[in-house]
Nanobody, 115 residues
Framework: QVQVVESGGGLVQPGGSLRLSCAAS????????MAWYRQSPGKERNVVCI????????FCTGSVKGRFTISRDNAQNTVYLQMDSLKPEDTAVYYC????????WGRGTQVTVSS
């Protein structure tokens, strides 16, 4: 079972960038498809981007496509989310977890986009 710790969030102005990291523990990390999810206040947690175990296949939802990039380093058991051209509507707590069946959730990392 993969356990995760997210980091890298913060306060950024619209148009700015952040890079989130997800440190994972557990066996066979490279066999797990991983995803970044986000949850805004009063809303459901939704998938943002997905990456295959090898990292060769990625997908991001329409609202962030072209602005966010997911990647992974299996040697470091880490998943990244590069977020560019951030918008106020990207404000949320960001989590990483297995996909499509999440395991135990980490604390997430808060991203706030505001001027």
């Amino acid at each position: 079972q993969v356990q995760v710790v997210e980091s890298g969030g913060g306060l950024v102005q619209p148009g700015g960038s952040l890079r989130l990291s997800c440190a994972a523990s557990g066996r066979d990390f490279e066999l797990h498809e991983m995803a970044w999810y986000r949850q805004s206040p009063g809303k459901e947690r939704n998938v943002v981007c997905i990456i295959s175990g090898s990292g060769s296949s990625i997908f991001c939802t329409g609202s962030v496509k072209g602005r966010f990039t997911i990647s992974r380093d299996n040697a470091q058991n880490t998943v990244y989310l590069q977020m560019d051209s951030l918008k106020p509507e990207d404000t949320a707590v960001y989590y990483c977890n297995n996909y499509p069946t999440p395991r135990a959730w980490g604390r997430g990392t808060q991203v706030t986009v505001s001027s």
